[in-house]
Each structure stands twice: as C-alpha cells, then as structure tokens.
C-alpha cells in the first residue's frame, strides 16, 4: 500500500469532550497544502497511553509525515513523548541545554521546576528538538521506518510558530528529493469562490508547475499558489510570477498578501497616511468599531464610533435631520450620508464611516427587504454613499457589511475608485 | 477487544483542506457526555470512497456507536449513502415517501428535481431514515454487526437539529438496558473551573447515579449534570435536585439553564421588565454593543451606543467633565461614572452601561496596569462603579470586559447585589 502524504492528529480530552473546538488540525492542513501535500486524514484521541500508542503505530505505517499536537506540557496527563518512545522503541533520553533553559526560566520568574517540568526535557533517542521560543514544551522530529513524526504543543500561539520556524523548513528539507515548493496567500475581498475560480481558471492549469487553491474565510476569499520546481530561485519566481498575474487580472480585489485581517491593513493604512477615523453604526451595532479597536494601538486614529440603533440618536448624536428620517426612513441614501457626515463633523476625525440596513430576520419590507444595506463614506472632499444587497443570516449580514465599509476606508486612502455597481456577487455563495 | 462507546466521524474536501474549522465534532462529542459517552477518537477523511470506506470498517468493528457527518449532499462528491451501502453489503434502496417529499419540496421553490437530489432518496437495506426538517439530506440509521452507524448532514444547522430530533432518541433507546442517562447543562459565570470544581466537590462523587464535567466557553463556564437511573422519572428526578443543589451552592452564579449566550438573557430580561439600554464603551471599543445587537429584536431596548476612544468623545459625547480627565485619567472611577449617567440621561435609556480601562498590550503604568477596567452602571436610582483586574490578551479582556458589564445589567435587573469586591478569580486560568 502506497502511503498517504500526511495524517494529522491531535490529543488531549478537552478536544474529546468537546470543550474546544480543535483549530489545530484544520491549521496543519492548511500549511501542509502550501507544500503541496494533502492531508488523508485527521484523528484526535483523549490523554489515554493505549488509544495514542495506536493511531501512532497506524500514522507511522500510513503516511509519510505524521504531525502531532498535544501533551508536551508538564503534567500527569502530558504522554505523548512517552508513548512516542515507547511504541518506537526509543528510550527517553534528558537533554542537558533543554533541561538547562527549562531552570533558567524558571529561575527567571521566581519559581521553582518540577519534575513535571524536567520531564519536558526528554526526548526519544534520535529526536531531533524543535525550539519553543514562547513556552517550555519544545517539540521534536523522530525519523522512523519511513515517517516522519513532527510533535508540537497544542498550545495554538506555540504551534504557530513552531510550524513556521521547526516543521516547515524540516518538512522541506526532506522533500527536496521531488523539487522544490513555495507557496503563497492572497486575501481577497468581493469576488465569489466559483467566479474567482472561473477568472482564474487559466492560471496554473498547465504543466509549469504551479496550482491555485481557494479558501473562504467569510467574507473574504482567499487564493493559494503554489509552486513546484527543481530549485528555490526557480519556485520563488514562479509563485512571484503567479501572483503578478493574479494581481494584475483582479486588480483591486487582492486586499494583501498574507492573511492580516482588512481592519489590521486599514489600521495601517490610516497611520501611514496621517489620517483618523471616526464609524457611525446603524445596521452593524458596533461590530466596525469592534473590529477596528481588535487591534493594537488603534487609539491611534479611532476617534469616536456612535451605534446609533434608534432614530433619536441619529438626531441627536450625528445631527441627522428628523423630517429626512420621516420623508425617507433610516435605512435611505440621505440617512447614511448625514450620518457619514455628522460623525466626520462631530469627531474631527478626516474620515466619517456610516452603515445603515436591515441585518434581519425582521425588519424588512418590499421596498427595503432584508439585507439591504447603505454604506456612506465622508472626507474632506464630500460625502459618497451606495446601496447593496446582502442575503445572508443577521450575523453574517452584520459581518459583511463591516466588511464592505472598511474595504471602502481601504480604496479612499490608496486612491482606488469603488467598483461601478455593487461589489459584484456578494453574498453569493450560500454555506 | 471490548468496544469504544462512540468515534465521530466527519467526512469532506473543506474539512481535510483546512478550509473550515470543524465544529461537528466537538459538537458530537459534548452530546455523547450527555448520554454518559465518552468519544474514543474523532477521525475526518475527504470525500474518497477508499478512505471513506476505510474508516468505516475501522470505527464498526471498534465504536459501540460510529457517528458521521457530511456527505449526504446532492453533489458527485456527496458519496457517504453509497459507500456504507457498499462497505457494509447493503443495497442501495429508493425510499418513495422522501422522493415524493423531495418532488414537492423542489415543486413549491419553482425548480426542477436532478438526479443527484432524487439520490438523496436512497438509503442502504435496513437503515431507518432520519428526518431534515431544514434541508433536502435525510439522515440514516444502520445497524450492523454491534455497531449502530448514525449519518447526518455536514451543515450544522441542521445536523443540530437532527441530533436532538432523531439521534439522541435512538441512542437512548438502543442504550436502555444499562439505564437511562439525562441531562443538563448551567452557564455560569465569575468562577474559574478549577474553583467550580472544588466548590462541588461533594456533588456528584457518590455511588447516587450522577457525574458533573465542566467545559470553559470563554469567559463563561458550563456544569454538566448526567444522571443515570433504572427509569426516566428517577434519572430526570436526579437531574433536578442536583440542579437545585448547585444553584443553592452557586447563587447568583449561574446565569441560565442551557447554553443560551449572556446578550440574549439581558436582551429577555430587558424585554420582561420593560427597560431600555445605553452603552458608552471605552476598552470594549464597540464589543457589548455588537454583542447586543447580534440578538433578533435588539432594536426594541438597545438605543444607542457611544464607543468614545478618544478623550474628547468621553467629553463632547458623554459629557465627562475635562478636568475629571486631567485629575484622574480616562482609565478612573470618576471617568466611568460621568460615561455611564452621561450616556444615559443623553439617550434617555434606563440603564446606561460604561467601561474604560486598558485591554493592552500597550498603555499599561504601574498604578494602572494593562487588564485595569472600570465598570459603571447608571439608573434611576444612581450610579455604580467598580475596578477589576484582568489578565489576558487584549482581545480576551475585551471580551471579559463586556461580559462582566453586561452581567452587570442581568443582575441590577433581577435585583441581585454583586458580590462583594471583584467577581472571584475572573481571568485565573491561563489558556
């Protein structure tokens, strides 16, 4: 039987018991796809000798990278190093620098190490130890009859970076013998999944070795390129290459490279250009400011956000006039741009955000359904405001919308005109 | 080898690609515990009819019971059906009641029936067919050799559904010779696990028929009470009286039966007593407001919200007195109180709900640390302030932050005084 090219598995019974939801596993897919290997399978087992000494025995025999996260901390219930050596035959050897760091720490903060913890300095013989800059369980690859075993704490942040810095370059390196991969993430904003395929579809199609993937990360999409070729210089350049085209055939859709969420970019964006901000919020109750302030240092250029959810707080705290909400409604075209306009005026700030709409279930009519949403934007230059349609649950019409407006700061402050209409098929996909 | 209670099995492209993160199974799992079942292992696959039928046979000769999600589509990827047909040597059958239902469902929505829903009628010989009242995917039920298989939708709207519906019933039933389990859930909050734990020591730890487990759903903490009794009455008893025991021994710390989020408790009880509410959000930055405004209805008592980042907002949309701000700092029990009565008498609301304080990782002092908050609370009878000390990153206090002010409102509202100093232990477990 030929063997699959990975099998990922995570332990621990909070993932058994169903206290956390395990975003681990779907992490190490997604990174083990920017090396161009699909994962077979995902399992997960409680903190039980016998039910992980399994699925390792089964990994080891079926893929070819068995990646595993969990039970390196230092309590009872931490085993998986011990069930490594056990069922591979490796005695556990104590490292003298890891055990070394392990007192350092601990010294540093005052407190004195355990066994639990000098336990954390084990490591199966032949293993090598995979560095832990932000805790104390390292992790460590274990070479064995044709698997390799990549074993990281459970702890997401940890893992994080160990994948960066320890697993992927080892992955790699044990890879080299099929050519080199490299790959790349761009997040892009306001083309459906399917459409984006269909513009895309002549890109890595043919034989130069390089392939698209999509990924939703509601409501962004993002696109994969990945690259294979007999060395780095030349896979770097295709997938540089790959992006130029994608770039340059989406134009504007493409938010950044990366996976930095749009409220981190605009954050960005507004220091760079000196600029400050101020979110007048109707439909989306404060999810905008929410997101805004989600990042560090946002004090910065966040001046002010009103959740303006009754009439008489448009009137009263953005100045919107009372006879164009009775001639009009809240949800209108002259409601959104007062609004942008009044929380601009009233803030200071150079730049004045509004959103109003109906997020639903309740709320709508024939003439303003559900999911109808204004979004008005106020600068120096004058107020712009439009008119789209979303068709999604409360929550995600919410999320949408925040989204749709913040793409909004992103154009104004690069320069780059909204598209004619609304963003084309949003919305559209139904999960 | 003696059986595993229960594996969950979750099949799909998105879940093996990283594309989403799989909830499912943690979903299964915490049902199972309520059945006194613990998961022995989760396992997902993609849609491959090797690796499909593969885990299948696994989990039926190890699992007392095999749930599955996903695959139950009208898709060529949508294989689950055929596969335990084929896996197991039970023939594919046509059900013509669902046709007849599929038929009229696609009648009523104006489109045409294809084959590849009309396949949603099949079923293997022997299975007992699971209704979907909220899509086209029936579930199944199959019995084979000591296993029952259990398949449902990967959606989980209506997976959830279909557990309550038609899983748990016949998992009940199929368990009844060992007793019968019930069930419930507390949501509590301001009391870390650990301190649950030990406060309940005495409950659940005799030979009476019931176990208590705990789960953390930041900030919040879950109670599971399981009874298992010869007959439903009794088990149901047991499960009442331990729930009357540990609200006696908690008090006001449980804040509902269920898992029902803390917004939509305060939303209800708003409702109930006819009050309205304000928010003015410093540190929480738009989080409470968005928090209230993710409940249907909220329109009805949330009138406004003021997120006054900068020190002017708190002056010029709150009315907080400048030198107040000079004297004592934007993060001070004398800010926090002006927020709060400011954006109550300015909206006119009932309640007005303030915060200020440092989410960090920046802006920190020594008086006043990263994780300082105030909260202040104003009504017809005054205004109430209080400091509390936080302990996470900033996205975590943020969101601990709005949910020690909005239990704020749930208690003011039923009458119950706040503890004494800060709620116990907020933020005491790191994870």
Not at 22 to 35: G, I, P, R, V
Not at 188 to 205: K, N
Not at 343 to 366: K, M, Q
Request: charged residues 25%; glycine residues 10%.
């Amino acid at each position: 039987m030929s063997r699959a090219a990975a099998w990922v598995v995570t332990i621990g019974d909070e993932v058994m018991r169903g206290e956390i939801v395990d975003s681990n596993k779907s992490f190490f897919s997604a990174q083990l796809l920017l090396l161009d290997l699909e994962t077979a399978r995902h399992v997960s087992v409680s903190d039980d000798p016998k039910a992980i000494a399994e699925v390792l025995r089964e990994g080891a025999q079926r893929a070819r990278f068995l990646l595993i996260s969990g039970g390196l901390g230092p309590t009872r219930d931490d085993i998986t190093t011990q069930v490594v050596a056990q069922t591979f035959d490796r005695p556990l050897r104590r490292d003298a620098a890891t055990l070394e760091a392990l007192r350092a720490y601990f010294a540093s903060v005052g407190r004195t190490m355990t066994e639990g913890n000098a336990k954390q300095a084990n490591f199966p013989e032949g293993a090598e130890i995979l560095a832990n800059p932000l805790g104390t369980a390292p992790g460590f690859a274990l070479d064995v009859d044709g698997c390799t075993l990549l074993c990281a704490p459970g702890v997401p942040r940890e893992l994080y970076r160990m994948m960066a810095d320890e697993i992927m370059p080892r992955m790699r390196a044990r890879l080299a013998g099929d050519g080199v991969v490299r790959a790349a993430l761009l997040r892009t904003f306001g083309i459906g999944e399917s459409a984006l395929d269909h513009m895309l579809s002549d890109i890595g199609a043919g034989d130069d070795g390089v392939k698209l993937g999509f990924r939703t990360q509601f409501p962004d999409n993002l696109v994969r390129v990945v690259a294979r070729a007999p060395d780095a210089e030349s896979a770097e350049q295709r997938v540089r290459a790959t992006l130029d085209r994608i770039r340059e055939r989406l134009g504007p859709a493409v938010v950044c490279e990366g996976e930095t969420p749009l409220e981190q970019i605009v954050g960005s964006l507004l220091i760079e250009h000196g600029r400050t901000l101020a979110v007048a919020e109707s439909c989306t109750g404060g999810l905008i400011a929410h997101l805004l302030t989600e990042v560090p240092g946002s004090s910065a250029y966040m001046l002010a956000g009103v959740v303006c959810y009754a009439n008489e707080s448009k009137v009263r705290d953005l100045g919107v006039q009372p006879d164009a909400l009775d001639r009009h409604g809240a949800v209108s075209e002259s409601a959104v741009r007062q609004m942008a306009r009044g929380v601009r005026e009233r803030s200071g700030a150079d730049l004045g955000l509004a959103t109003t709409g109906i997020a639903g279930p309740g709320g709508g009519s024939d003439e303003k359904p559900v999911g109808t949403l204004w979004v008005g934007l106020a600068t120096a230059a004058g107020v712009e405001a439009r008119r789209y349609h979303m068709t999604r649950d409360r929550s995600r019409n919410k999320r949408l919308a925040a989204q749709i407006a913040l793409e909004w700061v992103r154009r104004t402050l690069l320069d780059i005109p909204l598209p004619e209409g609304p963003f084309p098929r949003l919305g559209e996909r139904p999960r």
